[in-house]
């Protein structure tokens, strides 16, 4: 796929949603933090369920920490893998609070060494939370980059540098949400709704979906 072709998609992806964010539910970079690491092999909407009664009682290190981890637990058991996620926020408020005077920090490699923190959450929260132009790879993206041929690669670490590389700059801060929307909406893994999609004609997936 050539620059200009890029460019056109991202364009149009523009034009269709200015101003694209997480539809995770969150108000400070702790919120988010907790709430990305709890949606691993979850979906935002099983989150935003436990989040939304989570928060207002504990929003905060302390308030987390002072819950303990089975008081934690009553509020995320509905979530995939809770108990081991669980145990890593707790971890982690623990180290926010000795660490990072209760911040979360803006660095890639203090945020990957907190517990339950991988490449793929930092980079989320150092998008959405801190406006940097990273790029989270997760399936959705993995999937969309390699089937439009916008980013092919093998690997999401090899996707996250292509896409890095080849998005032009004006688009690189939003571009994440972007694709993540696209391939939980239209580009969907069983059967890509082609017909509903709007770079249809510039998308390089030769078995397209016609409805």
């Known amino acids: 796929m050539n620059r200009e072709k890029r460019q056109q998609i991202f364009a149009r992806l523009r034009s269709d949603n200015p101003h694209p964010t997480t539809e995770l539910n969150y108000s400070t970079p702790f919120e988010l933090l907790v709430a990305v690491i709890l949606s691993a092999q979850a979906t935002d909407k099983g989150v935003n369920k436990a989040t939304d009664r989570l928060f207002p009682v504990a929003n905060t290190p302390e308030k987390i920490l002072a819950l303990g981890e089975e008081g934690l637990k009553e ?13 890593n926020i707790i971890k982690t408020c623990g180290i926010l609070i000795a660490q990072y005077g209760s911040e979360v920090p803006e660095d890639r490699k203090a945020l990957e060494a907190l517990p339950g923190v991988g490449r793929k959450t930092a980079n989320v929260v150092l998008n959405t939370a801190f406006g940097h132009p990273t790029m989270a790879v997760d399936t959705h993206i ?12 093998k690997t999401v670490l090899e996707v996250e540098k292509r896409l890095l590389k080849f998005i032009p700059d004006e688009f690189l801060q939003d571009a994440h949400h972007w694709l993540i929307l696209h391939g939980r909406y239209i580009c969907v893994a069983r059967k890509p ?7 249809e004609d510039l998308c390089e997936y030769k078995q397209k979906v016609i409805e």
């Open 75 to 87: 509020y995320i058991k509905t979530i995939g893998l809770f108990n081991s996620k669980g145990a």
């Open 142 to 153: 993995f999937r969309v980059s390699n089937r439009t041929k916008i980013a092919p690669g």
């Open 193 to 199: 709704r082609c017909g509903a999609c709007i770079i």
